[in-house]
């Protein structure tokens, strides 16, 4: 079964709830994201910092880690950007959204050219998400248990930042982009590239970019791709063609920022953004249907990991 048609731009599918609530939490609050994105790179700057006064392996690797996690934080934020969801001003949306999709070599254009298929065709051989993971072992569940630590391993070894690399440049809607925009982030990366060899800072740039990126960034974002549609799942309902998933604590900051674990209420109202997800989640559960056929999943580490075995 696949979700039904959406406005591919902001609308949302009017399932259940109230018109007037889902007008309140579309309410968009541009300042409050920007600030988030520029939080994002506070953090990543400071980790970077740190690592290199304090001259510590365990520090360096702590760096990783964090700093692979705010850009994963970075895809959820062009996500928003992706349903003009980050600032009313569509210029001001698109230029953040295409900056924070460049730092993980996308482009915002292409990932939505995408992603609106997705959206549109749902866990169906017209959805590109759905055909390019179809047949990777890697999405294949159940899975045994030494099967998944392989998997884990090659995710955050770097192994798997070869095939993720290879999936967007044969993907057609992702590579379906202008070619000024082509050319613009060339540029861009040519230039980051030259400022930073030239200053004599680019180790800096291999150590707190490229090796996060391959690493810690790719883990985080598969764990979540997974997340979204995959492991046992039934899709014999239109509430369980996606997983809303209950986060520990510290999985909300490291693996599920910005409200991404609720992608199946995403699904259902893609017009809210991650801020209010919260409270059309609390609302959607007063659903009787929602509550009785949600496919709702505590814990990445604990139910995630046990629906995948």
Same mark, same amino acid.
């Given at each position: 079964m696949t979700a039904p048609d959406t406005d591919e731009y902001s609308g949302a599918v009017d399932w259940r709830l109230p018109a007037d609530d889902i007008r309140r939490l579309s309410q968009l609050r541009p300042y409050y994201a920007l600030l988030c994105v520029a939080l994002e790179w506070a953090i990543i700057i400071a980790a970077a910092w740190i690592s290199e006064v304090s001259h510590s392996w365990l520090v360096y690797v702590a760096a990783v880690i964090i700093i692979g996690s705010r850009l994963h934080a970075f895809g959820v934020l062009m996500h928003e950007a992706a349903h003009y969801r980050l600032s009313s001003n569509r210029q001001v949306n698109n230029a953040v959204g295409e900056l924070l999709a460049w730092m993980i070599l996308m482009t915002l254009q292409g990932y939505r050219n995408n992603h609106f298929a997705h959206h549109r065709d749902l866990n169906s051989d017209n959805d590109p998400d759905w055909v390019r993971k179809k047949n990777d072992p890697f999405f294949s569940f159940p899975k045994t248990p030494s099967r998944l630590l392989l998997d884990i391993f090659k995710s955050v070894s770097g192994v798997r930042f070869v095939v993720e690399m290879r999936g967007i440049f044969k993907s057609k809607d992702m590579q379906n982009i202008p070619a000024r925009l082509k050319r613009q982030r060339l540029l861009f990366y040519i230039g980051v590239i030259t400022v930073f060899s030239l200053s004599g800072h680019g180790m800096l740039l291999v150590k707190y970019w490229v090796v996060p990126y391959v690493t810690t960034f790719i883990f985080f974002m598969l764990i979540r791709s997974v997340a979204e549609h995959h492991g046992k799942m039934e899709y014999d309902h239109l509430l369980r063609q996606s997983r809303y998933v209950e986060p520990h604590?510290?999985?909300?900051?490291?693996?599920?920022?910005?409200?991404?674990?609720? &992608?199946?209420? &995403?699904?259902?109202?893609?017009?809210?953004?991650?801020?209010?997800?919260?409270?059309? &989640?609390?609302?959607?559960?007063?659903?009787?249907?929602?509550?009785?056929?949600? &496919?709702?999943?505590?814990?990445?580490?604990?139910?995630?990991?046990?629906?995948?075995?």
């Open positions: 604590w510290w999985e909300r900051i490291l693996i599920a920022p910005y409200g991404v674990y609720a &992608h199946l209420d &995403h699904h259902l109202y893609p017009s809210g953004p991650f801020y209010n997800l919260r409270m059309l &989640h609390v609302l959607l559960m007063q659903q009787p249907e929602y509550r009785d056929n949600a &496919h709702i999943t505590y814990g990445y580490s604990t139910g995630l990991a046990a629906e995948c075995l």
